[in-house]
């Protein structure tokens, strides 16, 4: 197991790279860097998107080299966008600025956002207890759901109550965490129907000076709507897992043999089928948070105004914030891949009979 762990640790450096290489890429071809933001803001008072859609043709672009490159540049000294350049670091060639990023990231260096004027660290240390707090609670209470209604589905297989509960599953995995939030918004939200949670935000403006009840109250009120937004796609995968795992434990020999000695089915189904059906959705605990902590956290957390690491990641794509994007893309590249050797590993601690090593030979 040493062995498998430690060429798993090796592969995280190429993976990594690569995953680097090709987000690196692809940033060259998208239009509207942090330079044409500045001149944009400066030119017409809002961003690259209205340049590019916006009506130039009334306008005559100075036939200067900055008003080729720029298509926002008009009146602008060609001094003050070289400056622009070299300030964002785009004097240098592509592959020059990749090695150079590369090699201050593998010293945990990640440079300091353009817009922000704060560490790219020190703004994602910021931002992710509220993902991690969406994230957490929405992974517990999907399984807080799913496991006794997957055991319930199983030990029913067939029934009616299987039947209905199977569709509506079907019908929330199938509905985008998105679309669902929108509708949460509309109806519970003020949007159109009820205020009865708030719009945005995961305290109130009066936090300090409620009780500690108070606050706990408080609290759930404000996550309630985005954490029912993260849990719909995780809690029906996990619920079909929990009972084809199930399912599966029932149909063995040890079952039939606990049952013919005379065993409750209670006794049979949480004393023996129980812990080895639990196997593959225990030690799947750490992928299926890392999966409701990234997934949806993008779209939840901009539509609900929390200032987590998703709606970060947004505002930084929109603003072309290199260091902010290509930073939390290392951050996050790492943890995914940690993650899944610890997931591995969860797998061997819960079943021991598991090896890793011998399935790879």
Do not use: C
Not at 172 to 201: C, D, K
Not at 261 to 269: P, T
Not at 336 to 356: A, K, Q, T
Request: hydrophobic share 50%; net charge negative.
């Amino acid at each position: 197991m040493g062995a498998y762990i430690l060429r798993r640790l090796l592969l995280i450096i190429p993976t990594l790279f690569g995953i680097m290489v090709i987000n690196f890429v692809l940033v060259q071809f998208v239009p509207g860097g942090p330079v044409e933001q500045i001149i944009a803001q400066m030119e017409g008072g809002g961003d690259v998107f209205e340049t590019f859609a916006g009506g130039g043709g009334d306008v005559e672009l100075q036939s200067n080299a900055a008003s080729d490159k720029y298509v926002g540049a008009r009146g602008l000294p060609e001094e003050f966008i070289k400056e622009l350049e070299k300030e964002f670091g785009f004097d240098k060639p592509p592959l020059e600025r990749f090695l150079s990023m590369m090699w201050n990231y593998m010293h945990f260096d990640f440079g300091t956002s353009y817009f922000r004027s704060i560490s790219v660290t020190e703004l994602v240390m910021e931002k992710m207890p509220v993902s991690i707090t969406l994230g957490l609670w929405s992974t517990i209470i999907a399984y807080m759901i799913s496991i006794p209604l997957g055991i319930r589905k199983a030990v029913s297989d067939g029934s009616r109550f299987d039947t209905w509960t199977s569709g509506a599953i079907i019908m929330a995995y199938a509905i985008p965490g998105f679309l669902f939030a929108i509708l949460l918004l509309v109806m519970f939200a003020g949007g159109s129907y009820w205020q009865v949670f708030p719009l945005r935000g995961l305290t109130s403006d009066n936090w300090d000076q409620l009780s500690a009840f108070g606050k706990a109250k408080d609290y759930i009120w404000h996550i309630a709507l985005p954490v029912t937004a993260y849990t719909i796609g995780a809690f029906a995968t996990l619920t079909l897992l929990t009972k084809n795992s199930f399912l599966d434990e029932i149909k063995k020999h040890y079952v039939m043999t606990a049952r013919a000695k005379g065993l409750s089915e209670s006794r049979v189904l949480y004393g023996h089928v129980f812990r080895n059906a639990m196997l593959i959705v225990i030690a799947g605990f750490p992928s299926v948070f890392l999966g409701v902590f990234l997934g949806g956290s993008v779209i939840i957390e901009t539509i609900f105004s929390l200032d987590g690491l998703g709606r970060l990641g947004f505002e930084a794509a929109v603003a072309r914030d290199y260091p902010v994007i290509f930073g939390t893309l290392f951050i996050f590249g790492i943890i995914g891949l940690v993650v899944g050797i610890l997931s591995d590993l969860m797998y061997v601690i819960v079943d021991p009979r598991i090896d890793f090593a011998k399935r790879e030979g």
